[in-house]
């Protein structure tokens, strides 16, 4: 009898469904984290080009000025 009580405790264990719309969510958010770290990552190399290309035409713009041309 011991035996079907811990079958039937384990049979209820699994058949429950709290929580498991918690843990889908964590899934998705999870996915999202990864895919915006991804995306971030990608575009790091084009955002430093633009910073790079930027800071040289200020400098030529800056130098420009100070020598009066």
Request: hydrophobic content about 50%; proline content about 1%.
């Amino acid at each position: 009898m011991y035996i079907g009580t811990q079958m039937q405790l384990l049979l209820h264990f699994w058949r429950d469904e709290r929580g498991q719309d918690l843990i889908e969510y964590s899934l998705l958010i999870a996915f999202i984290a990864i895919a915006c770290l991804a995306l971030i990552g990608a575009g790091r190399p084009s955002v430093n080009a633009i910073w790079t290309s930027s800071n040289t035409q200020l400098t030529l713009a800056g130098s420009a000025a100070s020598s009066g041309s």
